[in-house]
């Protein structure tokens, strides 16, 4: 099955850019998305198809996605945004979330 | 808008079936979406257990498929999840989720699709 790996926690000081990175076999050749979620609450879509925000979502998210690699990218990070990020893809007839990252805001 | 609220019971015992409702208000679930139940154990990340569309179609996730059966009921504009022969390993958090496949009036293929709308989730608890 698919996997993708992003790391347990990255860390960010305010103000700086933080960025996530989701890991997968030639995911650049997939549509990546982002959720966020913060603690008791439900996931909230940030970024649809590697690179679209939803309507209400900051400027300072946007997404990238090359070769094994996407990434989420957090800038100007304010202390709202420390939350548990998830990329999911779509692959072999399942939906496939990543591991999750915790992003901490200093 | 649409909002999403599920039900159901917290506690479940092992090896019964777990059984949550999710009501769709503020729109149809008649719409062009599929509709998914998403679960995430305490501490742990999100795991996709299936999804169904309003005429009925369902697809679900090979590791869960065994025990799974997903369900729509147009009348009252809600969809359902049963999980059998439950464990500890099922206790977790549930969710359902609106799935999107469309956007600017354009649809895609399944490929592109993503969860934009989630409940607040409900924990279920599987013990005796």
């Known amino acids: 099955s698919y996997e993708l790996t992003q790391p347990l926690s990255v860390s960010v000081a305010l103000g700086q850019t933080a960025r996530i990175t989701c890991g997968g076999n030639?995911?650049?050749?997939?549509?990546v998305h982002w959720y966020q979620q913060k603690p008791g609450q439900a996931p909230v879509l940030v970024i649809y198809r590697d690179s679209n925000r939803p309507s209400g979502i900051p400027e300072r998210f946007s997404g990238s996605n090359s070769g094994n690699t996407a990434t989420l990218t957090i800038s100007r990070a304010q202390a709202g945004d420390e939350a548990d990020y998830y990329c999911q893809v779509w692959d072999s007839s399942l939906y496939v979330f990543g591991t999750g990252t915790k992003v901490t805001v200093l | 808008q649409v909002q999403l609220q599920e039900s159901g019971p917290g506690l479940v015992k092992p090896s019964g079936t777990l059984s949550l409702t999710c009501a769709v208000s503020?729109?149809?679930?008649?719409?062009?979406?599929?509709w998914s139940w998403v679960r995430q154990p305490p501490g742990k990340g999100l795991e996709w257990i299936g999804e169904?569309?309003?005429?009925?179609?369902?697809n679900y996730n090979p590791s869960l498929k065994s025990r799974v059966t997903i369900s729509v009921d147009k009348s009252k504009n809600q969809f359902s999840l049963k999980l059998s022969s439950v464990t500890a390993a099922d206790t977790a958090v549930y969710y359902c989720?609106?799935?999107?496949?469309?956007?600017?009036?354009?649809?895609?293929?399944?490929?592109?699709?993503?969860?934009?709308?989630w409940g607040r989730g409900t924990l279920v608890t599987v013990s005796s």
């Open positions: 030639n995911i650049g050749s997939k549509n």
């Open positions: 503020g729109g149809s679930i008649s719409s062009s979406n599929w």
């Open positions: 989720a609106r799935v999107q496949g469309c956007s600017g009036g354009s649809c895609y293929s399944r490929a592109y699709w993503y969860f934009d709308l």
């Open positions: 169904i569309y309003h005429s009925g179609s369902t």
